[in-house]
């Protein structure tokens, strides 16, 4: 029970302290000094008529072709549909004899390769698109298994190991909601697969506006190959403009109505960032080497693009978009 009310502790205060970009291998850690694993996958799959895909989970000491791999004998994967069937129930498998008498056998040689011989495993649904949350720790030794009251502390704590994932994730995409203006921010996270971990339901919304034909459920494919990128980006959509974080594989995503400032050019908005911080056209000129009359013809656009009057109404506006 000490063992227990420590891990819960220290696990639910990580997913407020330790960066999300951390909090699995910190989690995973912790739980490794109670449960004796070698190798653990933590991450989101879909079921499909092949049994689980997964979502590029995080691989705690374990090979990225370990998924590249398994693509290509999922269907016969026993342990795995089990799961399936039984979600919300910790399976413990001694791989290496399950899979000694099957006739695929590219699944013993696969869990040798990666040394899965033996496995806890557990799923969850999480939401109601069909994506599942689940966690696989293995044992790299055939007479090292898995015990009972290994199996059991794994029952115990996985609804609290996602829900704290679910906490990290949230403070995240807190962090990153900009706070100095006053935009409406609608955010959503995203797997790299492009399905919804979270979003609310002004997200959705933007989404119609922006997308009004709009019929699946996943991450709309013009934003799909902005995040493929991954790195910080942004897509200017008729009605709606998108910022894009990708983490650790984990696209967070922050939207706001369209506004006149939205359509400056990047040195537009660059003369426009200066003429707010109270610079005039002479230093505002001198910074950018450009002419007085050349930032006095920008400023003058900007206003008519902008539709305000002086630069006291620009500084309002830009203030209100967040630059």
Known sequence: ?????????????????????????????????????????????RHDARGAEFHAPYLYNDSPETLSDYETFREHDGAGRWCLAHLDTVGNFELHALYAGYPYPGLLNYIRRYRHMH??????RSGDDGLHQAIS??????????????????????PHLTEALHTSLILKMERLRPCRCDAIWSLAICDASGDYCFVEPSFREMLRQEWP?????????????????????????????????????????????????????RRELEIAGLAAAGLTHKEI??????????????????????????????????????F
């Open 213 to 265: 034909d709009l019929t699946h459920c996943t991450l709309p494919a013009p934003l799909a190959a902005v995040s493929d990128s991954r790195a910080p980006s942004h897509l200017q959509g008729r009605a709606v403009i998108f910022f894009l974080d990708v983490v650790k594989d984990v696209v967070f995503i922050r939207a706001r109505a369209r506004m006149p400032v939205d359509a400056l050019s």
């Open 137 to 158: 720790l293995y044992g790299a030794y055939e007479d090292k298994p898995f015990d009972e009251s290994h199996r059991q502390f794994l029952q115990t704590v996985f």
């Open 1 to 45: 029970m000490h063992d227990l009310s420590r891990f819960l502790l220290l696990l639910h205060r990580a997913a407020r302290e330790v960066p999300f970009e951390d909090f699995q291998e910190h989690a995973l850690t912790l739980l490794k000094r109670i449960v004796p694993f070698d190798a653990a996958r933590w991450g989101t799959a």
């Open 119 to 124: 496995a806890l495993i557990i799923g969850c």
């Open 285 to 322: 000129a001198k910074s950018l080497m450009l002419s007085p009359a050349t930032v006095r013809n920008h400023l003058q656009a900007i206003h008519d693009r902008a539709g305000v009057r002086n630069n006291t109404e620009l500084i309002e506006q830009l203030k209100r978009a967040g």
